[in-house]
């Protein structure tokens, strides 16, 4: 489904990825792990177009989207959640959605199969995005990147410092759209959480791809966790 | 009452409030109300790309002067009708020309590239003094004043030709602003590359702005040169460049009224104040800091912020 294939990649002069090769099937939650600094983030931008790419490919389906302008990475089928949510603060519930719907000009159901995954914007859909709690604020980007139906979805920490509640109900969501067949790439940085919902993690170090190990292992005997992660 | 119910009460009101203020005002102010028409008609189409997309343009009286001089150089040979579309057509095609070389920078860079341009605009109409007039301009003939019929000259004819221009540019941007394009600039405003990884084209989605907001600019200068029958290089000075900004920052910038009421507010302010005084441009200024002080928003604004937040 979704495939990095040696790609390299940095800001300006300085490179942070060198020949990362991931893949990451329909149906499957892929989560990246590793130190601050280790490139996962880059990686997202990366596949994203946000940053160009210095070597390698990246593939949709079998189709090349890094030859594709940035913003039609999202119109070829790839949902991106950054770290930090990135919305339109000034902008309601409602607005942050319609701009999210209008890059594929989703078919209006879209909105009522978003807002039946997150019933608390319902409830807060006229607010301004900056009046919502961290949590519902990770709703909002999630939804907003769900408004693309996307084939493939990349969550850059998407539970970092919320409440376990939400972080109960991202999870569940992301175990949905498991469900529908969407490619997931997850960036987390606690193993707890990895472990709860991955179906394989990738270790990744100093931009170089490492160990991809079904997480079924890593449930069996926890200590591997650790040594992959150099902790 | 839904919202959109509100929305047209509240613009569909105003059309009518102007309409029957059309009867009862006495000519000075009647006067000017078809002239603050029409300026608004152009700090509106200034909102577009300000307000909306969040561009600060320095060189709109260039689509302005060139919607007006189009308008006034052909209308001795294609007629009015014609000429007008001439003037709409002039503006929009110089702000997608423009905007072409300015929408590859931002932020001041922006800013300049507008300016020069429009003062390179500035200039070539005093260079080509043989056909313009230079800075002394020229006059519309009456004869070329007529519009189905309608003498344009004529100040009831006017006020309510001037209310047909109001009238469908606030309808025009009610529209836009409401609809996925209207939508897709404020995303640009709000975080542009935030839009872009979202999937949206910025730069297509900002030339496109530029146009529809040089078109109706060049609406608004030909608009301005029939009805009231003078088309001069003043118009295209960097003045003329700056008015549109300040009255969308007083009236309310991204919202439709804005335009409206900051150019109706800065018209009477300007009018009222330089009777009392030759100092008038300090009560201005004065004024304008005040506002800025304690509805940084601006008039509209500040009431959406306050007391309508459905106002679009």
Known sequence: MLELDRVSAGYGAAQVL?????????????????RNGAGKTTAMRAIMGLIPLMG???????????????????????????QGRRLFAGLTVAQNLEIGMRTRSSPPEVLEEVLALFPRLRERYRQPAQT??????????????????????????????????????????????RGRGVATILVEQRPDAALAIADRIAFIENGRGGEVVPVE??????????????? | MSERARVLALHGGLLVLLLALHFVLPPYHHGNLARIMVLASYAAGYNIVFGY???????????????????????????????????VAAGGIGAILLGLLALR?????????????????????LYFGAWTRGDEGFVIARASRMLWGLDLSDAAHRYLAALALFALVLGACLWMVRAPFGRSLIAIRENEPRAAMLGYDTFRLKLAAMAA???????????????????????ASVEYSI??????????????????????????LIDLSSGVTSAYMLIAGIALVLLTLFAPRGLMGTVRARLWRWLP
Do not use: N
């Open chain 1, 18 to 34: 060198r020949e990362l090769s991931l893949s990451v099937s329909a149906g499957e939650i892929l989560c990246l792990m590793g």
């Open chain 1, 56 to 82: 390698g490919r990246v593939l949709l389906d079998g189709a090349e989207v890094s030859a594709l302008a940035p913003h039609k990475v999202p119109r070829a089928g790839i949902g991106y959640v950054p």
């Open chain 1, 132 to 177: 919502l709690s961290g949590g519902e604020q990770q709703m909002l980007a999630t939804a907003r990147a769900l408004c693309l139906r996307p084939k493939a979805l990349l969550l850059d920490e998407p539970t970092e410092g919320l409440q376990p509640s939400m972080v109960d109900a991202l999870r569940q969501v992301t175990l949905q759209m």
């Open chain 1, 217 to 231: 292992m890593l449930r069996r005997d926890p200590s591997l966790l650790a040594r992959y992660l150099g902790v």
């Open chain 2, 53 to 87: 997309t969040g561009l600060l343009s320095l060189g709109h009286a260039l689509f302005f002067a060139a919607g007006m001089y189009a308008m006034g150089l052909s209308v001795p040979h294609i007629g009015t009708g014609t000429a007008l579309l001439a003037g």
């Open chain 2, 105 to 125: 920078t931002r932020g001041v860079a922006f800013m300049i590239v507008t300016l020069m341009f429009a003062q390179a605009g500035y200039l070539t109409i």
């Open chain 2, 213 to 235: 907001s040089g078109a109706i600019s060049g609406a608004a200068g030909a608009a301005y040169a029939l009805l009231f029958g003078y088309a001069g290089a003043s118009f």
């Open chain 2, 243 to 268: 008015l549109p900004l300040l009255w969308v920052l007083l009236g309310g910038a991204g919202t439709v009224l804005g335009p409206f009421i900051g150019t109706l507010f800065m018209f009477y």
